[in-house]
Nanobody, 118 residues
Framework: VQLQASGGGLVQAGDSLRLSCAASGRTFTNYIMGWFRQAPGKEREFVASVRWSGGSTNYADSVKGRFTISRDKAKNTVYLQMNSLKTEDTAVYYC????????????WGQGTQVTVSS
């Protein structure tokens, strides 16, 4: 399994950015795809997840109403649309995947840096 994250960059507070995660190597029918982030000096934290089949989503409280996770089955890609960005959203963002019945995420992509300036 390969997860390739992209779309990070430097933006100003209030701006929007969309991250992409291209997934390959297997079918993800029974998988949950997630986005995590890690800010300097902090532990990695959950941001959002989407069930590949059905599309149900879950968000961290800190991003609810601002971020939207989605997946495009035809392109095998997961997106994270980030609106109303805040300086505290600055972090390296990682996409990940796990089988439905497994607690921990098994597969991780490389990170993409998101920097939000004031």
């Amino acid at each position: 399994v390969q997860l390739q994250a992209s779309g990070g960059g430097l933006v100003q507070a209030g701006d929007s950015l969309r991250l992409s995660c291209a997934a390959s190597g297997r079918t993800f029918t029974n998988y949950i795809m997630g986005w995590f982030r890690q800010a300097p000096g902090k532990e990695r934290e959950f941001v959002a997840s989407v069930r590949w089949s059905g599309g149900s989503t879950n968000y961290a409280d800190s991003v609810k109403g601002r971020f939207t996770i989605s997946r495009d089955k035809a392109k095998n890609t997961v997106y994270l649309q980030m609106n109303s960005l805040k300086t505290e959203d600055t972090a390296v963002y990682y996409c990940a995947a796990k089988f439905l019945t497994i607690a921990e995420y098994e597969y991780w992509g490389q990170g993409t840096q998101v920097t939000v300036s004031s």
